[in-house]
């Protein structure tokens, strides 16, 4: 079986979403101390929506397959459907990631929180703090 899924593959070669966002809402940026992989997630916001979002993804070709699963994930949803995306999710819809690069997928968990964090904090919206707990730095 080969190590990366198709789905991997193909987000990886033609990722969606890339870029970033002039007006953008909110900016979540996140890294991994281990391998120094760095995500930037740019999202728009309208009526609580998430109606356009962008990233940048400075790492390995599981964190750009991951960012672009995620974005495509949380696109035109609301911010309450977003807070709820995981790891898994994204590495599900991705048909899959090797032990090794699940971290991949964290970093776009992550960088989904911080940007709507982000939202929340530079628009003055109050927000229970357990929703944003700190990132972890998952074990390989
Ligand atoms: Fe670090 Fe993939 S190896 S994010």
């Given at each position: 079986m080969p190590l990366y899924s198709d789905k991997v593959m193909d987000h990886f070669r033609?990722?969606?979403?890339v870029g970033k966002l002039d007006d953008a809402d909110g900016i979540g940026e996140v890294g991994n101390a281990r391998c120094g992989d760095i995500m930037k997630i740019y999202i728009k916001v309208e009526n609580d929506i998430i109606v356009d979002v962008k990233f940048n993804t400075f790492g390995c070709g599981s964190a750009i397959a991951s960012s672009s699963m995620a974005t495509e994930m949380i696109k035109g949803k609301p911010i309450s459907e977003a807070l709820e995306l995981t790891n898994k999710a994204v590495a599900e819809a991705l048909d899959g990631l090797p032990a090794h690069k699940l971290h991949c997928s964290v970093l776009a968990e992550e960088a989904i929180r911080a940007a709507i964090k982000n939202y929340y904090d530079t628009h003055g919206i109050s927000y229970?703090?357990?929703?944003?707990p700190e990132p972890h730095d998952e074990e390989e």
């Open positions: 033609n990722p969606r979403n229970d703090p357990a929703l944003f």
